[in-house]
């Protein structure tokens, strides 16, 4: 049910398999793997909790729902038993093997007691998908004690096993839905015709190669970079569905899209154009953009000789916030190139490798005052700003390099600067452009860092293979160096651009020195912080209550400005996007053309705006900030 939640193409993969005309492909993938091992040892460990408590435990071995298994959990629930582990349930045409049946006081057929679903679950936000298959146990269990448990529980990780309670009523009309609809999808000899459109499951999809060459030998819409689902609807409505037929598409746009705008419409043809004559030329094609004020190389800094490239490696999975595992960064002594890899394999290595990157850009902005930290993409100041919040250390000093404008994102510049005849514009995808040759081979590369993410997701660091170290930090110098050989080249094309008589600016430098008020603020409460702090551990596992508790005092003296600098971070990133980017960009609407004034008053009126269709995030009751008066690039 839950595959056919996040794909309806898999379910007639799937039922295809089953029926005997398609072999289910083999896939195996090392972080799935270990994927799957963490959920285990997170569900033993909910049950080493419930034993503690002194309740009874049966395990129902095995993965199948077996008439054995089945008569297993019945004979179990009648007995009463407190929880049962991996309960195999089937009712009709349904099966399934729920994490838990835990025993509850509400009466049913079984006696003074009936029993609820808890599934334990690693993702940190609960999916639809988890809550169904709640409902679909609980339905099961149902049949078995001749009443409908009331709630079903999701015991998420890193919350001492509190669980998130759902009232299944609530569910109950969406779950007939998708039930009805999974059974019209697999229930007639007829298989419905679906496509493999891309989901976020792909990527961890046994069908995934499969999927993938059938859109390939399709020319499917969404081998052009940076196409969005709702430009292939939209596309679709018109009669476009390859990408051969988009690059085709005569310009001006012969209509007036209903979703998104004409410009980034017109920009993804272009993309599909200079992607199809690179595939038929056989060479990577690229070409320059008009010069747009703000934008692409207009943003791209004098180079300095004391300029620092920088490239982290970082695993989501690993502990309750991930973990940044090695900050990498290139730079140049004297003209000779130089690379340190700051390893961090627990949380004490994490906060030491951030502070020691930051204490290094002081220093060295000391000697080179004009210094820029370059990265591709958002991923490192992101990194940066969360180990900042995470360990409430150099706050003010990260502070003062974000508003100097020291980190320069060569993605952003790429993007506006340039079409290349590239799928995605990954860096490694660019690198023919400017003739960068990899020191370490990306196939090894990709498997010693699967190996080492798996170890330290494992919490088995002292396991990681020395070669496996070695060839991830050689991946990692490659990924800084190969940023440097980037905007070396970018410094070249501006180069020509300005010899051909364009105009091409550099950016204007950022603040410099703290912000007012800030310092004496800072003054009266780092001693208070040290002091609270001096004893705790940096891993939140190694401290007592206490220790704990007094982290989170010192981290509250710190709340008010930290949570104000992420709201204004997120202003500054959306204000630094151009208005083609900012109709694909969820956080905010773009567009907006004024209609009328609808009432409030002469200072304080009600506007109407109108815009043009593009998924957002923004709900009734959201607060809104308004960017108005500034061209934000092309139109
Ligand atoms: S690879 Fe993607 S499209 Fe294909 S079946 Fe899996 S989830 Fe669906």
Redesign the pocket.
């Known amino acids: 049910m839950v595959g056919y939640l996040?794909?309806r193409?898999?379910t007639q993969?799937e039922h295809a398999a089953a029926r005997g005309e398609l072999s289910r492909p083999k896939f195996f993938d090392p972080a799935l793997e270990a994927l799957w091992e963490r959920g285990k040892q997170h569900e033993l460990a909910y049950v080493d909790h419930l034993r503690a408590q002194g309740l009874s435990c049966v395990v129902v071995e095995g993965v199948d729902v077996s008439d054995e298994a089945v008569a297993q959990t019945i004979a179990a629930m009648r007995a009463g038993v407190d929880v049962i582990v991996q309960g195999a349930l089937r009712g009709g045409s349904w099966a399934g093997r729920a994490d838990i049946l835990q025993r509850v006081d509400t009466p049913s057929d079984l006696g003074d007691w009936s029993y609820e679903a808890a599934d334990t679950k690693l993702a940190r936000e609960t999916k639809g998908g988890t809550v169904l298959q709640l409902c679909l146990y609980s339905e099961l269990i149902g049949e078995v004690q001749g009443t409908m448990p009331i709630f079903a529980s999701v015991i998420p990780p890193w919350t001492d096993f509190a669980p998130e309670r759902y009232r299944l009523a609530d569910f109950a009309a969406y779950h007939r839905q998708v039930k009805q609809g999974l059974l019209g999808a697999i229930g007639t000899d007829k298989p419905a015709q679906t496509y493999?459109?891309?989901?976020s499951?792909?990527d961890i999809?046994n069908?995934?190669t499969r999927?993938d060459k059938q859109r390939r030998d399709d020319d499917h819409l969404c081998l052009v970079a940076g196409i969005s689902s709702m430009q292939i609807a939209e596309l679709k409505d018109h009669d476009i569905t390859t990408a051969t037929a988009l690059a085709e598409l005569p310009l001006p746009l012969p209509w007036k899209p209903e979703r998104g705008s004409k410009e980034s419409l017109t920009r993804v043809r272009e993309q599909a154009r200079i992607q199809l004559e690179s595939r038929a030329s056989g060479e990577l094609r690229y070409e320059l953009l008009a010069p747009v004020a703000g934008f692409g190389l207009n943003c791209l800094p004098e180079p300095c000789e004391g300029d620092v490239f920088l490239d982290f490696e970082g695993d989501s999975f690993v502990g309750q916030h991930g973990l940044e595992y090695l900050l990498g960064f290139h730079f140049r002594e004297k003209g000779e190139p130089q690379y340190r890899g700051l390893w961090a394999l627990d949380r004490a290595g994490e906060k030491a490798a951030f502070e020691t990157f930051i204490d290094f850009v002081l220093e060295r902005k000391k000697v080179f005052p004009q210094l820029h930290v370059y990265h591709y993409g958002g991923y490192e100041p992101g990194a940066l700003k969360r180990l900042m919040g995470r360990y409430g250390t150099r706050e003010d000093e990260l502070d003062s390099l974000l508003r100097g404008l020291v980190f320069v994102d060569l993605l952003s510049v790429v993007r506006h600067s340039l079409r290349a005849g590239v799928e995605s514009y990954s860096i490694k995808k660019l690198e023919p452009l400017y003739g960068y040759v990899r020191d370490a081979s990306l196939p090894d590369a990709n498997l010693a860092l699967n190996r080492l993410q798996v170890n330290l997701e494992l919490n088995d660091a002292a396991g990681i293979l020395p070669e496996d170290k070695q060839t991830v930090e050689a991946y990692n110098r490659d990924d800084c160096v190969s940023t440097e050989a980037l905007r070396d080249w970018l410094e070249a094309e501006r180069a020509k651009l300005l010899s051909r008589g364009l105009e091409v600016t550099r950016p204007e430098p950022g603040e410099s020195g703290p912000s007012e008020g800030l310092s004496e603020w800072l003054e009266r409460i780092m001693p208070l912080i040290e002091q609270l702090t001096a004893d705790v551990p940096v891993d939140p596992q190694e401290r007592s209550a206490e220790q704990h508790a007094r982290w989170l005092l010192a981290n509250l003296l710190e709340w008010h400005r930290r949570e104000e600098k992420a709201t204004w971070w997120e202003y500054f990133r959306l204000s630094d996007l151009s208005a083609d980017e900012l109709i694909d960009e969820r956080a905010g609407l773009a567009g907006l053309t004024f209609l009328e004034t609808v009432g409030g008053t002469a200072k304080c009126p009600i506007d109407r705006y109108s815009f043009p269709v593009q998924e957002a995030d923004i709900r009734a009751g959201k607060g809104l900030r308004v960017w108005i008066g500034v061209e934000k690039g092309p139109r």
């Open positions: 996040n794909c193409h898999v993969l493999p459109e891309p989901t499951n792909c999809c069908w995934s999927c």
